[in-house]
């Protein structure tokens, strides 16, 4: 066996530039782009949606995290560690997506709604020290008082109270990261509030909901420090017949008070696709949060893999003109398999999909659309697929000091054999 060289890399990459070239299309420039995208990974996929707030707790608000595999971490450090690897990976520079529930408190519990800047200073610390930009979501399940399934549309006045108080509390840790590192911390509030049975109430927790919101958004924060989102659900495990934060609500919600949607591609049924959204929220919203997910058969929160959906939602960013519009999240958990493989996969699929885009003659298929040559425009998307896309990733990778092709699962080997599996 052969083995495949820098060199054998850069010939195949300068006959690609060649082929891209031949239908105007710089494959330098595209990468160049690339470079400077960041992807917002979730801490949340090496531990499986656990936190270190105490140990054992169980995972609620209808998600559902399934496998044994080991090396799951066990602590913040544990996770930071798992996250250097990760990170080391991939090409670029990224961000990190935290969790209320990743907190810091020095082995003192400290109520959701105490929660303060301090007990992130180490993530704080360990992002500036690499570059990471930082972003934060509220915790709203896994805890006594989202237990009976509704959170910020409560009915309680009491547990609306506290899960309002969690929510600000978090747009200010939010702005604490923007403020230490330099760039925008999106906050994203997801709840888990639904019905398991249809409801003869669907108006109520809705419209409590949106004054939570109101609540939790009255003071204004400075967009250069924090940016807020929500994120719409169709269901969950155990809100079946009824979500109170549905996509239209969210989208109403976004457009009325000039804040982000978070678009998870899980949640959405199942032939539908949050590709075809994004332009048409952006017609009424000025920012986008994505969560890049795969569900199968169902909201599974799969490892992404380079699909058809994903190369969708990479084209429409890239053709939209919207990379400065749409942060790129990744939201997915799988326990069966390597968890620092499970982040490496997905991040590196996202990637090259966004390069895929990049690397699309657009003003040649604009000519032809706008022409209405569809048969030319139908023709050159599908001749698109073979080219050596695949030789422009390489040499990204070599260049940007990534492994190339399947050489990332060597180093994920190597430290399950060092370190995951004495956990
Ligand atoms: C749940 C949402 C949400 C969570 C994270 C852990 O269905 O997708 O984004 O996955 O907050
Ligand atoms: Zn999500």
Redesign the pocket.
Known sequence: MTTVTDQHIEAAYTLAQERYAALGVDTEAALARLARIPLSLHC?QGDD?GGFEAPEAALGGG?AVTGNYPGKARNADELRADLDQAFGLLPGVHRLNL?AIYAETGGRPVERNALLPEHFSRWVDWAAARGHGLDF?PTCFSHPLAERGFTLSSPDAGVRTFWIEHCIACREIGASFGRALGTPCITNI?IPDGFKDTPVDRKGPRLRLKDSLDRILAAPIDPALNRDAV?S?LF?IGSECYVAGSHEFYLGYAVARGILLCL?S??FHPTESISDKLSAVLAFIDEVLL?VSRGVRW?SDHVVTLTDALQAIAQEIVRGAYLDRVHIGL?FFDASINRIAAWVIGARNTLRALLLALLEPHDRLRALEAGGDYTGRLALLEALKGLPFGAVWDAYCLRSGAPVGGAFMDPIRDYERRVLVYR
């Open positions: 949340w949606v998600l969790h979501n997801w994120e659900k969950g998870d899980g949640h969560h909201d939201d």
